[in-house]
């Protein structure tokens, strides 16, 4: 599919990219997403306002792997209590 793929800082081929939107315990954001940065496959991590606390972009090969990275590694930082993930869609 043309212009579904993008390239990551390094150059590397990206093919899934997302938006992984966090909601933490009281007082966890900035703890969470300084972990979260952390995690290889994470482009970006930051605390925020609103209804949700963390907003993280992340990339990963296929849609598998994307979903290793948030159930395996982004769930399991402490402090975190929902995620919704939206994968990024080129149209």
């Known amino acids: 599919m ?4 993008s390239t990551s800082a390094g150059g590397q081929l990206v093919v899934v990219q997302a938006y992984i939107l966090i909601q933490t315990e009281v007082g966890k954001a900035a703890d969470v ?8 496959g994470v482009t970006l991590a930051e605390d925020v306002t609103g209804p949700y606390d963390v907003i993280v972009r992340a990339e990963a090969d296929n849609v598998d ?4 990275l948030v159930v395996a590694r982004v769930q399991g930082v402490d402090g975190i209590t929902r995620t919704l993930t ?6």
């Open 65 to 68: 792997d994307l979903g290793k």
């Open 33 to 40: 997403a300084r972990q979260i940065s952390e995690i290889e």
């Open 86 to 91: 939206c994968p990024v869609v080129h149209l």
């Open 2 to 5: 043309a212009g579904a793929y």
